[in-house]
Antibody, heavy 118, light 106 residues
């Protein structure tokens, strides 16, 4: 069964750090680009970052550039998002999503919730 | 960024109804548009990609059309499991932006 499952969300204080993980199964993980996409309460879904299958191509949204780092371990079929210098406006549900062709998503996880609050 | 709008924001319908949701882009995106369905607490599901291509496994009552800046998602005969929120997403730019969603309820 093709699926991805996120973990690692939680409550963190502003300025803190958190590492999200996404475990993939049911397909050849290294063949696909992946993205992190988030949705803050009352806001639109927003692309955060994507990474190529080999990990050599990476892009970030301006809102997280310099604070977040996307990575993957193809041997472990896992995707990661290291989030540093977290801000209140980073509060959101974070989704791991398999990216296809020019940028639509055909497999999504249920999301993991990140709350940044003092 | 390319801005996406959807209408209506909420749609009340009955089982068996034909339902149409519209998505508009602030500039031309060709046919680089996808539609997703999401139910509370569940993972989003891809319905349509490239404006009109039905994702494998999605029932044929779902269809998509449009190009350039105006797109529609049609559900030909609404089923009980179709009550959900629907999002469009453009992917003409690498960031890909999403619409605000249309909630279809009873």
């Amino acid at each position: 069964q093709v699926q991805v499952v996120e973990s690692g969300g939680g409550l963190v204080k502003p300025g803190g750090s958190l590492r999200l993980s996404c475990a993939a199964s049911g397909f050849s993980f290294s063949d696909f680009y992946f993205s992190w996409v988030r949705q803050a309460p009352g806001k639109r879904r927003e692309w955060v970052s994507y990474i190529s299958g080999s990990g050599t191509t990476i892009y970030y949204a301006d809102s997280v550039k310099g604070r977040f780092t996307i990575s993957r371990d193809n041997a472990k079929n896992s995707l990661y998002l290291q989030m540093n210098s977290l801000r209140v406006d980073d509060t959101a549900v974070y989704y791991c999503a398999r990216r296809r062709d020019y940028g639509y998503y055909d497999v999504w996880g249920q999301g993991t919730t990140v709350t940044v609050s003092s | 960024d390319i801005q996406m709008t959807q209408s209506p924001s909420t749609l009340s319908a009955s089982v068996g109804d034909r339902v149409t949701i519209t998505c508009r882009a602030s500039e031309s995106i060709g046919t680089y548009l996808a539609w997703y369905q999401q139910k509370p607490g569940k993972a989003p599901q891809l319905l349509i990609y490239k404006a009109s291509n039905l994702q494998i496994g999605v029932p044929s009552r779902f269809s998509g059309s449009g190009s350039v800046t105006e797109f529609t998602l049609t559900i030909s005969r609404l089923q009980p499991e179709d009550f959900a929120t629907y999002y469009c997403q453009q992917y003409n730019s690498y960031s890909g932006t999403f619409g605000p969603g249309t909630k279809v309820d009873i």
